[in-house]
């Protein structure tokens, strides 16, 4: 997300104050999201334990995206570019608050987080991998969750899905695609 902030005149006016006294911030956000399943709707008689088989199966409704989905957000940079004037002002200023405690520059990120949290939540709705890869985070988590209990240590976990999981889709190569787009 960009911000540009300029004196604007007409005519070539115009164009020496937009050179000499503009401001351009740019933020760079990252915004991943994760489905959700409310937990307190879900039956008591979902899980069966198999001590012989040593699993623990468990029946649970697909995640959902919506307004309650948890979004992990990052700022990954912001850039700022000035014109001449515009630097000499904000140097001085940057110094007189320097003085007394004060920040020298201040970015307010909330918008453009706002902003890449729609469009992921966008991006999210549909989304084949999202389901995919939600639902075997959901596993992994709750395998986590039974190992902390030592009667459950070792044994595995299943889950049964509305709509299974697609076994064309290899979860750990989109999560280093993820990590390595930076996006």
């Known amino acids: 997300?960009?911000?540009?902030?300029?004196?604007?005149?007409?005519?070539?006016?115009?164009?020496?104050?937009?050179?000499?006294?503009?401001?351009?911030?740019?933020?760079?956000?990252?915004?991943?999201?994760?489905?959700?399943?409310?937990?307190?709707?879900?039956?008591?008689?979902?899980?069966?334990?198999?001590?012989?088989?040593?699993?623990?199966?468990?029946?649970?409704?697909?995640?959902?995206?919506?307004?309650?989905?948890?979004?992990?957000?990052?700022?990954?940079?912001?850039?700022?570019?000035?014109?001449?004037?515009t630097a000499v002002a904000d140097g001085l200023g940057g110094l007189v608050r320097s003085?007394?405690?004060?920040?020298?520059?201040?970015?307010?990120?909330?918008?453009a987080l706002l902003l890449a949290e729609a469009r992921a939540l966008k991006n999210a709705r549909n989304s084949a991998v999202l389901a995919t890869c939600g639902k075997e985070e959901i596993v992994s988590q709750l395998t986590g969750i039974f190992h902390l209990t030592p009667a459950y240590r070792g044994y595995t976990v299943r889950v049964h899905w509305p709509v299974p999981p697609d076994p064309s889709i290899n979860c750990k190569a989109e999560q280093a695609k993820f990590i390595r787009s930076g996006s």
Do not use: C
Request: proline content about 7%; aromatic content about 6%; overall charge positive.
């Open 99 to 111: 003085l007394f405690g004060l920040p020298v520059v201040s970015v307010n990120p909330k918008p």
């Open 1 to 85: 997300m960009t911000i540009t902030a300029e004196l604007k005149a007409p005519g070539v006016l115009g164009k020496v104050t937009s050179f000499l006294v503009h401001k351009n911030t740019s933020l760079g956000t990252q915004v991943a999201v994760y489905g959700l399943i409310d937990f307190t709707t879900v039956a008591s008689r979902v899980a069966t334990v198999d001590r012989r088989a040593r699993t623990i199966t468990l029946s649970l409704p697909d995640p959902e995206v919506g307004k309650n989905t948890t979004y992990i957000a990052s700022v990954d940079g912001v850039q700022q570019h000035d014109g001449p004037v």
